[in-house]
């Protein structure tokens, strides 16, 4: 079983177990149950299960399109909080490199805004060409594979946005990250906020997925980076922002710095319990509004193939009988298919016309205007 990614305490407590659709397309070996867990040493919150870090590698090199909207909280982060406090601690000349760029957001912004030395780092990448053309070199790899020789301590600054909570071995990642780090040089990562867990509801999946298995608070991020000689130089109140979706990010600058003792995170089980609690209260809103849904409509088209809806697809069995097929705007969903069901783009709904449940965690209201802009008389509801 998974130990605390931070102090390595196997001690823990769990807090709620999560369940996955168990469908090998989606999962792609990873474990279909994940156990949310406080280290009983550090107060770490974290998913516990029996994988590695080379099943999230495997995993992220065959699929990455199970978390909704990741795309827009990358651009969201990178042009309206990253960019402008980052600045403060690099300059034209810095060598810069993203961890898992993404879509490339961030890189082509930091280009914009006339920064030089541009590297990115992420395997399978469609955005690689694209980049590269823009000047800025990308390597197909992982930070887990293996680094060429040139790439040691070459850079001032090492990046990365909403990665962290992806990785499983976290010592690893910092470690590799210092590697490639010069010796007076910086890391940003920024990660979601357990401090806003409580603060903005967002449906569980939002936070606890698949793929997100790590849960920082601040004092969980700086225990990361203590534990590997580092401290943060940006302040608290700088570190932590709010995006424009309404959810609470950290954005931590550490460098080398004096040996200290790791302080235990005292907040995130109470957090994260309350966040739970204000889950299933919320839970039972949505269960009548489903169950009167299906009552009057029957069969129904599934809007919505992220993780909110392989959760409530867990959740519900009846649903593998009454879902006529399902939408969603990603072309390699439609492709592949999502858990059993053949998934269109929205033009569907007008050749095969049925009642339509939204499950989507931030663009309902997007894809209730482009259901009234179809101007078919269909019902719909959102959860
Ligand atoms: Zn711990």
Redesign the pocket.
């Known amino acids: 079983m998974r ?7 196997e001690n ?1 407590k769990v807090i709620f177990d999560i369940n996955f659709a168990n469908d090998k397309k989606v999962l792609h070996g990873l474990p279909e149950k994940n156990h949310i867990s406080i ?6 919150a974290y998913a516990c299960n029996e994988a590695n870090q080379a099943n999230y590698d495997n995993y992220y090199k065959n699929n990455n399109n199970y978390v909704e909207d990741r795309q827009l909280k990358l651009i969201d982060n990178a042009e309206n909080i990253f960019v402008p406090m980052m600045a403060r601690y690099i300059n034209a000349n810095s060598h810069i490199i993203d961890i898992g760029y993404g879509d490339g957001s961030l890189l082509k912004s930091l280009k914009n805004r006339g920064f030089n030395y541009l590297y990115g780092l992420d395997t399978g990448n469609d955005s690689a060409d694209d980049l590269r053309k823009d000047g800025i070199e990308c390597y197909d790899q992982s930070i887990f594979d293996e680094i060429d020789d040139s790439l040691e301590k070459a850079f001032d600054i090492v990046i990365s946005t909403c990665v962290g909570e992806h990785v499983f071995d976290l010592q690893g990642f910092i470690e590799n990250q210092l590697k490639i780090l010069k010796d007076d040089g910086i890391i940003i990562m920024e990660v979601p906020a357990v401090e806003g867990f409580n603060k903005v509801y967002f449906p569980l999946p939002n936070y606890f997925n698949l793929e997100h298995i790590n849960y920082f608070s601040l004092q969980g991020l700086d ?1 990361l980076f203590i534990v590997n000689g580092m401290e943060r130089i940006n302040s608290a109140e700088e570190t932590i922002a709010i995006n424009t979706v309404g959810e609470y990010m950290l954005c931590g600058v550490y460098r080398k710095g004096n040996a200290v003792n ?1 302080t235990k995170d005292d907040i995130s089980e109470k957090i994260i319990s309350e966040y739970y609690t204000n889950v299933k209260k919320q839970k039972n809103n949505n269960e009548g509004k489903i169950a009167s849904f299906i009552e009057k409509n029957g069969d129904f088209v599934l809007w919505g193939c992220g993780s909110y809806a392989m959760q409530m697809l867990v959740e519900h069995e009846d649903w593998k009988n009454k879902i006529a097929y399902a939408i969603d705007n990603n072309s390699k969903i439609q492709k592949n298919g999502f858990c059993g069901f053949d998934v269109f783009s929205p033009q569907k709904l007008k050749e095969k016309p049925f009642p339509v449940l939204i499950c989507s965690m931030n663009n309902s209201a997007d894809i209730i205007k482009e259901i009234e802009k179809m101007n078919i008389d269909i019902s719909y509801v959102s959860i």
């Not at 130990?3 to 390595?8: D, T, V």
């Not at 280290?39 to 770490?44: A, L, M, P, Q, S």
């Open positions: 130990k605390c990614p931070i102090c390595e305490c823990r280290c009983e040493n550090c107060g770490f225990n790791i």
